[in-house]
């Protein structure tokens, strides 16, 4: 019970600079945490794929209930021309049933990395250990693309909307599209996940190394940011806008 805690807390957290973006710091650290323990915490004997899976939806599913928060907003729904307790059974069940739509099919990231972790252990990743945060990354931003597909599709949860807390971190998008924020960030995020190990289990230099490495994918994409918001230069006649939904 405590494992499927710490998943949905950092689902939680990881999510959380959707509500407050001047927390936007999170979104680099708490994943690192549940990383971790995908990479490197022994599976049990039975159901080690599911209990992956379980784990994943953990995550996925608070991760979730975090950026659908605006349902609430919507309260009465007047515009639908329901009653207060029919709004709220609505409100409800679109506010905890998305994420969990969304929860149960993005929990398969999961269970790839514990797939991903077996095959570590006895290939060509057990001597390039790096290899396995940016597979992590790019599956990450493989199920992120995923869900914006089909009638389901809802691109709101993208983990580069966190990063809007401050505009150097989105800079990025520039490049390849706000996927590449979300790369970075989970690619910053699993490595510090191997720092946390070689740090608990008293080998300081690879812990650095690693730390080094998560510093250096943050460091590289902020500067990135900073350098060309100072050297936009806006062209054009500047004129207000304004967008009714």
Known sequence: ?????????????????????????????APAFVFADAFFTPAPEKHPLRCAWSRGLSFFYCYGLVVFYWFI???PLDFA???????????????????????VFSAFLFLLLHLLKEKCAR?????????????????WILFEWIQ?????????????????GWLPLVQSASLLGSYAVSFLVILTASLLSFALYYLKNATPKRAAAFAAAA??????????GVLRCALYQPQGEQITAAAVQ
Not at 81 to 103: K, T
Not at 215 to 224: D, I, K, Q, R
């Open 1 to 29: 019970m405590p494992v499927f805690f710490l998943y949905a807390l950092c689902g939680c957290l990881t999510a959380l600079p959707m509500v407050f973006p001047q927390l936007w710091i999170l979104s680099w650290i």
């Open 73 to 75: 907003e919507l309260y």
């Open 81 to 103: 021309g329901l009653d207060q307790w029919s709004a709220l059974a609505v409100i409800l069940v679109a506010w905890f049933g998305l994420p969990l739509l969304q929860g």
């Open 123 to 139: 290939s060509q990743f057990r001597a390039a250990p790096v290899l396995l945060p940016l597979c992590t990354a790019s599956l």
């Open 148 to 164: 914006t597909l089909t009638w389901a599709g809802v691109p709101w949860g993208k983990l580069a909307l966190t990063q809007c």
């Open 215 to 224: 510093l250096c994918v943050f460091g590289s994409n902020a500067a990135y």
